[in-house]
């Protein structure tokens, strides 16, 4: 069955960036993409971006200067990154299946000094 | 952006009774729409994809409808597992949205 764990540090100081590693199980990266989402009680449910299976990348446009995903099909993971944040950006961050239906249990990130 | 705008923001209704919900895109004439359901701690559950298919696993009390931008989920007889907020995503325009979410709460 398809999974989907999630690692990543809770805590980001302010203008730091954020790494979170998904590492999925039941599927190939060859074949599907994974999306990123993350949720906060201010903003709600914020598309980041995606990895389609071929390697390509989309990104929402409000975050495409400072975000980044790539991944390693051979270990089955996806590496996400988001440079210079700010307290806005402390929320639960998801990695997600293709067609949304496998979701990561969810980093909580607080950005904080 | 595609704006998704999801009515109503919650809603309270006794065991038994047929709930529905809406999303209305604010642009769009193809909008592939999914439906969620989320209880507190938890990552959001796929219900619905492409508007009207209910997803493997999930109980057929719930269905999706579409008429133009406008779509609605129903659960037809409402039982107590079903508390919990649910949201819906356009996928089809760059970049994906969500819409606010419908908090629902059993009488």
């Known amino acids: 069955q398809v999974q989907m764990k999630q690692s990543g540090p809770g805590l980001v100081q302010p203008s730091q960036s954020l790494s979170i590693t998904c590492t999925v199980s039941?599927?190939?990266?060859?074949?599907?993409?994974v999306h990123w989402v993350r949720q906060s009680p201010g903003k709600g449910l914020e598309w980041l971006g995606v990895?389609?299976?071929?390697?390509?990348?989309d990104y929402n446009a409000a975050f495409i200067s400072r975000l980044s995903i790539s991944k390693d099909n051979s270990k089955s993971q996806v590496f996400f990154k988001m440079n210079s944040l700010q307290a806005d950006d402390t929320a639960i961050y998801y990695c997600?299946?293709?067609?949304?239906?496998?979701w990561g249990q969810g980093t909580l990130v607080t950005v904080s000094a | 952006d595609v704006q998704m705008i999801q009515s109503p923001s919650s809603l309270s209704a006794s065991l038994g009774d047929i709930v529905t919900m809406t999303c209305q895109a604010s642009?769009?004439?193809?909008?592939?729409l999914n439906w969620f359901q989320q209880k507190p701690g938890k990552a959001p559950k796929l219900l619905i994809y492409?508007?009207?298919n209910l997803e493997d696993g999930v109980p057929s009390r719930f269905s999706g409808s579409r008429y133009g931008t406008d779509f609605t989920l129903t659960i037809s007889s409402l039982e107590d597992e079903d508390m919990a907020t649910y949201f819906c995503?356009?996928?089809?325009?760059?970049?994906?949205?969500f819409g606010g979410g419908t908090k629902l709460e059993i009488k």
């Open positions: 997600v299946y293709d067609t949304f239906a496998y």
């Open positions: 039941g599927f190939s990266l060859t074949s599907y993409g």
């Open positions: 990895i389609w299976s071929g390697g390509s990348t």
């Open positions: 642009q769009g004439t193809s909008i592939n």
């Open positions: 492409g508007a009207s």
């Open positions: 995503l356009q996928h089809s325009y760059l970049p994906y949205t």
